[in-house]
């Protein structure tokens, strides 16, 4: 058996766009299988694995002998957290496929293939933030700046004037973490370190006939966020987990002999935003791949040319149904899944079945057989093929087939 797994975003995805993954399973063998399915997972401290989104490729079936082509795609949400190195915030996608176990039917044989996969922030003018003047005065130090939001690599001019003090400080401090809400370590993790303030930049002079002070943002500095996301699946309840950088200015002023010894400290927080990529830049980076789902054979097609499966028949023994179907296309279909369910009292969807075939010549037929114990009044049958053509047929049992 040869599984393969290949992202189509060429490593990379943006929060609420769609991450395309295309999947390749290669029997050597008739096998049988429990699930397969893709998952994007990031690992927090306090866990091997978070599970962040999936999509199922196949339930439970009977597969030929044969190779069985799949993409998917996978919707990151914009409450995602984008991957951060500098704190192990990375993701990868795996691909899973579960088999019942030769040996031991209580335990299952499972199959991973893992590709890693950052995910970033659209940079665009929606997330401009207006920037506002500043003006402060605490213990004798008047501070001035004419806006409180600024790029990597910009500086920033702090105006200032002071009676009472014989020396200014100016820090820019950067305070970092991660966010880990963990119930196996109580409500917060203990794993995650609580973090002193980084200094990022410093500026001072004794000249207080000086009007202001420069001070440079690194061009490295990573813009200001809060980011905090939290899973659906209830096995994660209780868990929490996210990123943020703040930004500051420390003010440290040291006062003349005559108006005391005790040193004046306040801080005032600024925002980092990142630099600006231009609109022609992120559009080709972003469609530079062409639509973000799985193309659709039917795309521009008129609908007689949609015909590709018939139900010529469904012969029903008590609790078994025998459906024939027959591909009326010209085509010979490869890799063709057949996921075969009930519908109950007309709203319920019973249990499913998934039937592989390698390969589907033109006008041949084939032969599903779906057991229920449901009283069923209709059958729901997803066809999928190795050219991700996907057809949904619903039969009502009464049907007159011929």
């Not at 429990?34 to 989104?53: A, D, F, V």
């Amino acid at each position: 058996m040869k599984l393969e797994l290949n992202d189509k975003n060429n490593g990379h995805v943006y929060l609420g766009d769609k991450l395309n993954v295309r999947t390749s399973f290669n029997f050597d063998e008739d096998t049988s299988i429990l699930w397969s399915g893709i998952r994007l997972l990031t690992h927090p401290p306090c866990l091997k694995e978070l599970q962040i989104t999936k999509e199922d490729i196949f339930s439970k079936g009977n597969f030929e002998k044969g190779e069985y082509i799949r993409e998917r795609a996978l919707l990151i949400k914009n409450n995602v957290i984008p991957t951060i190195k500098n704190r192990n915030l990375e993701y990868e996608i795996k691909l899973i496929l579960r088999q019942p176990h030769p040996n031991n039917p209580d335990d299952d044989l499972v199959i991973n293939r893992t590709h890693k996969i950052e995910v970033r922030v659209k940079d665009t003018s929606d997330q401009i933030l207006k920037p506002n003047p500043l003006s402060i005065s605490i213990s004798g130090l008047n501070v001035n700046l004419t806006k409180d939001v600024f790029k990597p690599g910009e500086t920033i001019k702090i105006n200032f004037s002071s009676s009472e003090l014989k020396q200014v400080e100016i820090r820019l401090l950067q305070k970092a973490n991660l966010v880990c809400y963990c119930d196996a370590y109580g409500q917060t993790c203990s794993k995650v370190e609580e973090l002193p303030p980084a200094i990022a930049g410093d500026s001072k002079t004794s000249d207080m006939n000086k009007d202001f002070l420069l001070l440079k943002i690194p061009e490295i500095a990573q813009p200001s966020h809060n980011y905090l996301w939290e899973p659906l699946e209830k096995e994660f309840w209780g868990m929490k987990y996210g990123s943020y950088v703040k930004w500051f200015l420390l003010f440290i002023g040291k006062p003349k002999p005559e108006y005391g010894k005790e040193i004046i400290k306040f801080k005032v927080p600024i925002t980092i935003v990142a630099k600006s990529v231009s609109r022609n830049e992120v559009v080709v980076d972003l469609f530079s791949k062409g639509a973000t789902v799985a193309p659709s054979i039917f795309d521009g097609v008129s609908a007689k040319f949609q015909k590709v499966f018939k139900i010529t028949s469904i012969d029903s023994d008590m609790e078994k149904y025998s459906i024939r179907i027959k591909n009326i296309s010209k085509d010979s279909l490869k890799g063709v899944s057949v996921k075969t369910s009930g519908l109950q009292e007309g709203l319920f969807e019973t249990e499913s079945t998934l039937t592989g075939f390698s390969s589907w010549e033109s006008n041949e037929e084939k032969e599903i057989v779906y057991n229920s114990k449901q009283n069923i009044t209709a059958l729901i049958i997803v066809l999928e093929d190795n050219s991700q053509r996907v057809i949904r047929i619903q039969t009502p049992l009464a049907s007159n087939f011929f």
